[in-house]
T-cell receptor
């Protein structure tokens, strides 16, 4: 078990371009979370999946953002028509929640996005 | 809406000191609370998980307590070392983790 893996680690793009980040959770973890973190702040919740179902989305997740988790394994987070305000660290976490309990979350190293 | 506050925002101590980081939250309806460490430009490393039914958890030189009724948690670090320098984040878990802004710790050798 190699932990939560995120790719790419760094992405520099021009405003208006689309970007996609990938997260591979710890194997057999049924829950997967996406967070965004800007400098000097704690991470902010974006969305989470239980298996392949997207159960909650933050209002921070505008219609330019879309997340998927096909087959309940890896997940992708796509940002369309990027804006400079999208520059941040995008963090993925997974957990093996049982019933209503979310369990302990384990985070990846993050994907840093810079929009020029 | 859950809000998490961490005090102090920054702390600088000489090596060897014992120290306490504070975390408060507004909604006591939580499943658990996690303390994380974050090094600059890196992801989050889970330090301790306290279930809502527990009062404290210990791991090595770290001890975390939870008082759910008053909405408070503390992280105690014994005999601090320069390698402990990092940002420490508290997060409470309803059905998702809500984070504080963190405490930036610097341990001077």
């Amino acid at each position: 078990d190699t932990g939560v893996s995120q790719n790419p680690r760094h992405k520099i793009t021009k405003r208006g371009q689309n970007v996609t980040f990938r997260c591979d959770p710890i194997s057999e973890h049924n829950r997967l979370y996406w967070y965004r973190q800007t400098l000097g702040q704690g991470p902010e919740f974006l969305t989470y999946f239980q298996n392949e179902a997207q159960l909650e989305k933050s209002r921070l997740l505008s219609d330019r953002f879309s997340a998927e988790r096909p087959k309940g394994s890896f997940s992708t987070l796509e940002i369309q028509r990027t804006e400079q305000g999208d520059s941040a660290m995008y963090l993925c976490a997974s957990s093996s929640g049982q019933g209503v309990s979310p369990g302990e979350l384990f985070f990846g190293e993050g994907s840093r996005l810079t929009v020029l | 809406k859950q809000e998490v506050t961490q005090i102090p925002a920054a702390l600088s101590v000489p090596e060897g000191e014992n120290l306490v980081l504070n975390c408060s939250f507004t909604d006591s309806a939580i499943y658990n609370l996690q303390w994380f460490r974050q090094d600059p430009g890196k992801g989050l490393t889970s330090l301790l998980l306290i279930q809502s039914s527990q009062r404290e958890q210990t791991s090595g030189r770290l001890n975390a307590s939870l008082d759910k009724s008053s909405g408070r948690s503390t992280l105690y670090i014994a005999a601090s070392q320069p390698g402990d320098s990092a940002t420490y984040l508290c997060a409470v878990n309803g059905n998702k983790l809500v984070f504080g802004a963190g405490t930036i710790l610097r341990v001077k050798s």
